[in-house]
């Protein structure tokens, strides 16, 4: 009898533990939700912040230097006695030094991609792969003095003229620094391509170079743009390699030898320097802010749309 109490004592035990259980996974259910819901609004509201926050300054900014001038000067002297705000200095500077990027990590990149997804082994590439992504992790001011100690010297013995600072050695750098991006983001659109159709045309006649050129490329073509574009992203809001490596110039020139000053070159410039709060260039600050924030969420909704409109469903 003792025995048999004792198991029905512990029956109700876990009856008991049972319910337990069911009320604290019926709170759960009800706060996840709430708790998900409150952590994904903070991304949000913080965006909006920062929004708000650029807004409110460059319309300030605004009422103090008119609208055509500063996005049509060539000149940009803020701190001379009569200060001018024109930003075409630093625009050309930041699209000049995206594109030397791009035309250093788009064809590395891709061709990186074509190996690790159509010709390297498994082995190889799980070797390579992370290899190739540890260029991400190096902080960026380590490929500025980079740029500036290593590959400035170098071009300097190869082209005459080329200044200790100038937007060609930041560019080529910040192009090693993208091609891991650009690699990544390829590698996976590629692999994503279904191995039936590299079967069914290799199975026609065609060569392993002829199945990526013509079948494997054309189907991942949207991520391939896609990474593209992010990588162009990444470049335009690239800070430390050109503070360190371009110099602090503003000229308006598309002489890639001389030095240049991007847009966030400059705002590292003057907030390091004595940008009283309230004065104007502290204002401009913000506006160059607004304008940067611009040009990466441009590029940003071009590479959702390539992604969506050249999607393919496989």
Known sequence: MSKMFSNQKTVQEMITESKHKRNFTSVMEKVMPKLLFVIAAISI????????????ETIEFFRRVPFLDFFTGTVLRPL????????LPLVTGTILSS???MFVAIPIGLMTAVYLSEYASEKVRKTLKP??????GIPTIVYGFFAFTFVTPILREII????ATNILSPGIVMGVMIIPMVASLSEDAMSAVPNSMREGALALGATKLEVTAKVVIPAAISGIIAS???GISRAIGETMIVTIASGSSKNFTFDITQSMQTMTAYIV?????????????YYSLYAVAMTLFVFTLIMNIIARYISRRFREEY
């Open 80 to 87: 001379s006695a009569n200060p001018e705000f024109g930003i």
């Open 99 to 101: 594109i030397i990027a």
């Open 269 to 281: 410039e003057i907030t390091s320097g004595e940008a009283a709060a309230g004065t104007t260039i």
């Open 45 to 56: 509201m913080t965006t909006l912040g920062i929004i708000y926050t650029l807004l409110s």
């Open 160 to 163: 005459p003229g080329l200044e």
């Open 131 to 136: 290899i190739l992504e540890l260029l991400a």
């Open 228 to 230: 593209f574009v992010l």
